[in-house]
Antibody, heavy 121, light 108 residues
Framework: QLQLQESGPGLVKPSETLSLTCTVS??????????WGWIRQPPGKGLEWIGS???????DYNPSLKSRVTISVDTSKNQFSLKLTSVTAADTAVYYC?????????????WGRGTLVTVSS | DIQMTQSPSSLSASAGDRVTITCRAS??????LNWYQQKPGKAPKLLIY???SLQSGVPLRFSGSGSGADFTLTISSLQPEDFATYYC??????????FGGGTKVEIK
């Protein structure tokens, strides 16, 4: 059964870069036409889509975050990663990696458990 | 940007009740609307995609309807495991995806 697991530092200083990795197990990240994405949720608040990547390295980003976000994929490790630069307290959130189903409807059918990242000095 | 407004923001209901949650888009989004369930401390779970298509493995008591700007998620007979927060998500303006603010379903 396919599973996703987020990993990375739980604390990042303001103005620094947040880096997270999602490891896909139970299947190959490059064996299908799925996209792989990141969604975040500030404590007690709603969900915000960050961006997605295909194993071909085709990416889509939330326009409101695009200037600070890079999503990359490492097919040899079956992982994809998120980098968010110049973070502030507003970037404190639980970050989820998820699988996006290909097609017109852009929905996420499989999610990791999430990892809390706190931005604080 | 397309704004998604859910109502109510919270509701109290009893097991066995029929529950309806509404999601309204700031413009027509055809049927580009998905629904998720989130329990405390857990990741969201996909329930409905394309406004009315039930995700595999999701109980039949969940259903989605609507098109254009107005959508509903209905739970025909609320079960104890259904107490959670529900989110709608539009993809009409992909790659700009937006979620609704959530509806918390609590035990009466």
């Amino acid at each position: 059964q396919l599973q996703l697991q987020e990993s990375g530092p739980g604390l990042v200083k303001p103005s620094e870069t947040l880096s997270l990795t999602c490891t896909v197990s139970g299947g190959s990240i490059s064996s299908s036409s799925y996209y792989w994405g990141w969604i975040r949720q500030p404590p007690g608040k709603g969900l915000e889509w960050i961006g997605s990547i295909h194993y071909s390295r085709n990416t889509d980003y939330n326009p409101s975050l695009k200037s600070r976000v890079t999503i990359s994929v490492d097919t040899s490790k079956n992982q994809f990663s998120l980098k968010l630069t110049s973070v502030t307290a507003a970037d404190t959130a639980v970050y989820y990696c998820a699988r996006r189903v290909p097609g017109d409807f852009w929905y996420f059918d499989l999610w990791g458990r999430g990892t809390l990242v706190t931005v604080s000095s | 940007d397309i704004q998604m407004t859910q109502s109510p923001s919270s509701l109290s209901a009893s097991a066995g009740d029929r529950v309806t949650i509404t999601c309204r888009a700031s413009q027509s989004i055809a049927d580009y609307l998905n629904w998720y369930q989130q329990k405390p401390g857990k990741a969201p779970k996909l329930l409905i995609y394309a406004a009315s298509s039930l995700q595999s493995g999701v109980p039949l008591r969940f259903s989605g309807s609507g098109s254009g700007a107005d959508f509903t998620l209905t739970i025909s007979s609320l079960q104890p495991e259904d107490f959670a927060t529900y989110y709608c998500q539009q993809s009409y303006s992909a790659p700009q995806l937006t979620f609704g603010g959530g509806t918390k379903v609590e035990i009466k």
